[in-house]
């Protein structure tokens, strides 16, 4: 079974259980460019139309700003900006911390 596929199996298991809040670790870690859009498009909905609160963890800022309506930032294991994907886009320790300096 494909590596993409797995991870929608596993997030199919979790749904079973109906949370309230569904929590996601690194949800496209090592996919493909097109496994990672199916599972960001699987994200979207089952918030939309679920209504299904989404925590989740992810150090592909593409996916983050693609899909977070609220982002906390940590470094070293200290907050260094909490906002909407806009403010952390604009943020300069986040910047320098993980989208570079450019």
């Known amino acids: 079974m494909p590596h993409g596929l797995q991870?929608?199996?596993e997030v199919a298991i979790a749904l079973s259980m109906r949370?309230?809040?569904l929590m996601l670790d690194e949800p496209?870690?090592?996919?493909a460019e097109q496994e990672t859009q199916h599972m960001v498009d699987l994200v979207r909905r089952l918030?939309?139309?679920q209504g299904l609160s989404i925590l989740f963890i992810e150090h592909d800022m593409d996916v983050v700003f693609?899909?977070?309506e609220q982002i906390t930032v940590l470094d070293q294991g200290r907050v260094i900006a909490d906002?909407?994907?806009e403010e952390i886009a604009r943020n300069a320790a986040v910047q320098a911390?993980?989208?570079g300096d450019a």
Do not use: C, E, S
Not at 28 to 31: D, E, L, P, Q, V
């Open 97 to 99: 911390a993980y989208l």
């Open 47 to 49: 918030h939309a139309k």
């Open 83 to 85: 906002g909407r994907p």
């Open 7 to 9: 991870r929608v199996v």
């Open 66 to 68: 693609g899909i977070a």
């Open 19 to 21: 949370p309230r809040l």
């Open 28 to 31: 496209t870690a090592g996919m």
